[in-house]
């Protein structure tokens, strides 16, 4: 079983690194993205992590400060999952079956010293936290306020981040200082403001560089472990996208779509990758993570104590924050809401994955929203597994083709 997982999980991200760098005679500069997300798929068993961020819904600047560069665990695998077979149901979601997966690979990342950071954004990730602290590993829980109403919320929040900064510290026996986290908040928003810039510019030019390209840019960004050099080569491939888009004329041609819901990880892009083959062109993606890019901490943020700064830096953090830890997602819907009036979306593909419930308790008022502007949805469910491609294609061929006669209709109305 071990050995016939490996090779899954081999075929698993090779398959998708490979569709990729098709791109790389147009854009040399993807071989570094390339190259880092190889190096953490198949180099695992060399690194040994301080600090592992299970999901994403932490401000991993306030890591970085304590003296850590963060190892981030978000699932994206389907070979991963066998991997914690025997220590949660069926039927849990992928997602947290892949980072448990991650974490009790064979000759994978060796987690014996590691300070496992986990925010409770669902009952699956306070199940692994149980079964972790069962295991003996050590802990930092981060619990995040359901509601953001209310001055307590905010303040329990940034309570919480204290802890945890106090927490990363001790563990790493590396001291707190202003200046360490005044310098990780600057890194960090460098990094963060270097993807917006790159994915804004990027969105609208799938005929320069595949939308499947443009998530393994982003997904990078949780797997390098130096946050400065991957900041210096999003700039350079956005300088390169600028030049080509300069050089050659945009001609849109096929109806753009807006994927928002449960996230794409790597290396599963069968929904990227089939969004493509339909004749669609996947012009953004949404999820909690996407809010991120626009923390950018400035100036005025940064002044003052240290203990000032954190709290600023917590509390920007916990309003902007989208991940489903939240009853409702008020910050994810006002940037959707917003996305799809001043962008050129025609339809929305709402991707839930199995088990993640969550998501489709926000479905019905993102429905009511996308009826009012007229954009179709799609909802389409699906896991890791790959047996329902062609049943899932057979499905998008026919939202494609909805889509292309709406855009003949409006052509004709226009005349």
């Known amino acids: 079983m071990t050995d016939k997982s490996f ?142 109403r209310g001055q307590n919320s905010g303040q329990y929040y940034q309570k919480q981040m204290f802890e945890m900064i106090r927490t990363v510290s001790a563990h790493t026996g590396t001291r707190i200082t202003k200046q360490s986290v005044v310098s990780a908040a600057v890194r960090v928003s460098k990094a963060r ?82 969004i493509n083959s339909v004749g669609l062109d996947l012009t953004d993606t949404v999820d909690s993570t996407a809010l991120k890019r626009y923390l950018c901490h400035s100036g005025k943020t940064l002044r003052g104590s240290r203990d000032r700064i954190i709290r600023n830096i917590a509390s920007a953090w916990y309003l902007s924050d989208s991940s489903s830890a939240f009853v409702s997602s008020d910050t994810l819907y006002g940037y959707i809401s917003w996305l799809t009036q001043s962008k050129c979306i025609e339809g929305v593909v709402y991707h839930v994955l199995k088990g993640q419930i969550e998501h489709d308790f926000e479905l019905p008022r993102f429905e009511e929203l996308f009826a009012r502007l007229g954009i179709p949805v799609f909802r389409l469910e699906t896991d890791y597994q790959y047996q329902d491609i062609e049943q899932l294609r057979i499905r998008l061929e026919a939202f494609s083709e909805m889509l292309t006669q709406n855009r003949y209709k409006e052509v004709r109305k226009a005349k």
């Open 7 to 148: 090779e899954m999980y081999k075929k698993e991200y090779t398959d998708a690194l490979n569709s990729v760098s098709t791109q790389r005679m147009l854009l040399p500069e993807l071989r570094y993205f390339l190259d880092t997300q190889y190096s953490w798929a198949s180099g695992n068993a060399r690194h040994k992590p301080q600090v592992t961020i299970l999901g994403t819904a932490v401000p991993e600047e306030l890591v970085y400060a304590a003296g850590a560069v963060p190892y981030w665990l978000t699932g994206g695998s389907l070979a991963s999952t066998v991997w914690s077979d025997e220590l949660v149901p069926r039927d849990t979601d992928p997602v947290s079956r892949s980072v448990l997966g991650y974490i009790h690979r064979p000759n994978g990342a060796d987690f014996s010293g590691t300070l496992f950071i986990i925010p409770l954004v669902s009952d699956s990730m306070r199940k692994i936290a149980y079964l972790l602290k069962e295991q003996g590993r050590k802990l930092c829980l981060v619990d995040i306020p359901a509601q953001k």
């Open 193 to 274: 403001n270097a993807l917006k810039v790159f994915l804004d510019i990027s969105r609208e030019r799938t005929d320069i560089i595949s939308p499947a390209a443009r998530l393994l840019v982003q997904d990078s960004y949780y797997r390098t472990f130096d946050i400065e050099s991957w900041t210096y080569h999003v700039q350079a491939l956005t300088a390169r996208v600028c030049a080509l888009s300069r050089q050659y004329a945009c001609v849109q041609s096929r109806p753009g779509v807006l994927v928002t819901g449960s996230p794409i990880v790597f290396p599963n892009y069968k929904i990227p990758f089939l």
